[in-house]
């Protein structure tokens, strides 16, 4: 089977839906890096492992996005319907996950310092 080269979609849709998918992940890439490197002021031996989580959450997610819509694009072609699958949502909740952890470390180190130099 060869892959389709044109579009199914003239409004480009799928290509939209990508593109927006590689701008969340690279978005949550960002924001787990400030995250991680906040964290990291609080306790470098948990903000390591963190760190390299998000980095292969946001790898992963970014990387799968591209398989996604492959296999979107060849699906709309050949039989005329959307596939989908949750991977990559779940993905995105890890990675979501693990930044909201990365803050929940910094402020509870932040406040335990504040709470030693109060006494």
């Known amino acids: 089977?060869?892959?389709?080269?044109?579009?199914?979609?003239?409004?480009?849709?799928?290509?939209?839906?990508?593109?927006?998918?590689?701008?969340?992940?690279?978005?949550?890439?960002?924001?787990?890096?400030?995250a991680v490197r906040f964290a990291a002021a609080v306790s470098l031996y948990v903000a390591i492992p963190?760190?390299?989580?998000?980095v292969a959450l946001a790898l992963t997610g970014y990387l799968r996005i591209g398989r996604r819509y492959r296999r979107v694009h060849e699906g709309l072609h050949e039989r005329g319907t959307l596939v989908t699958g949750g991977a990559t949502i779940t993905i995105m909740a890890l990675t979501l996950l693990t930044v909201v952890l990365s803050v929940v470390?910094?402020?509870?180190?932040?406040a335990a310092e504040l709470a030693?130099?109060?006494v």
């Open 1 to 34: 089977m060869t892959r389709p080269e044109h579009p199914f979609d003239p409004g480009l849709q799928p290509e939209r839906t990508l593109l927006a998918w590689r701008r969340t992940f690279l978005a949550l890439g960002v924001a787990g890096a400030v």
């Open 116 to 118: 030693s130099a109060a």
């Open 50 to 54: 963190l760190g390299l989580v998000l």
């Open 105 to 110: 470390v910094y402020l509870v180190g932040m």
